[in-house]
C-alpha cells in the first residue's frame, strides 16, 4: 500500500509562485507514476499534471500549460509541482495521485489511471 504526504501550498497574492510537495512510502516498486489533480468547492476534481513512469514524458492540463512545471525524484520517491504565476483560479485543494505501474498515456490525464492518492493540500490565490 503506497502512502503519499503531500506538503507546500498556503495564501498567495496573484502573480506569485508556490510549490507543492508529494512523498510516497511503503509498498515495493521500481519506480512510479505521480501526478497532480486540484479540486475547488463546487467543481469536479481536474487534472493539473503527471510524469511518467520513467519520468521521460510529463502532462499538463491547459489552463496551466506554461505556468506550472512537474518534476519527478524517483530515489525519494518524490514529485514536486513549481506554480509560477498562479491565478485566482488556480485556487482548490490539491491531491497527489500516484500509480505503481506506468499510465497509459491515453488515461494519464484522469483519474483512472491513478490508484494512490493523498489527503490534498489547500492553495489559495487572491487577487
Known amino acids: 500500500q503506497v502512502r503519499l504526504a503531500e506538503s507546500g501550498g498556503g495564501s498567495v497574492q496573484a502573480g506569485a509562485s508556490l510549490g507543492l510537495t508529494c512523498v510516497a512510502s511503503g509498498g515495493s516498486y521500481g519506480s512510479i507514476s505521480m501526478g497532480w489533480f486540484r479540486q475547488s468547492p463546487g467543481n469536479e476534481r481536474e487534472f493539473v499534471a503527471a510524469?511518467?513512469?520513467?519520468?521521460?514524458?510529463?502532462y499538463y492540463g491547459d489552463s496551466v500549460k506554461g505556468r506550472f512545471t512537474i518534476s519527478k525524484d524517483d530515489a525519494k520517491p518524490m514529485v514536486f509541482l513549481q506554480m509560477d504565476n498562479l491565478k485566482p483560479e488556480d485556487t482548490g485543494v490539491y491531491f497527489c495521485a500516484a500509480a505503481t505501474q506506468p499510465v497509459p498515456p491515453a488515461i494519464a490525464r484522469t483519474q483512472r489511471g491513478y490508484h494512490f492518492w493523498g489527503q490534498g493540500s489547500q492553495v489559495t490565490v487572491s487577487s
Open positions: 510524469v511518467s513512469w520513467g519520468g521521460t514524458m510529463t
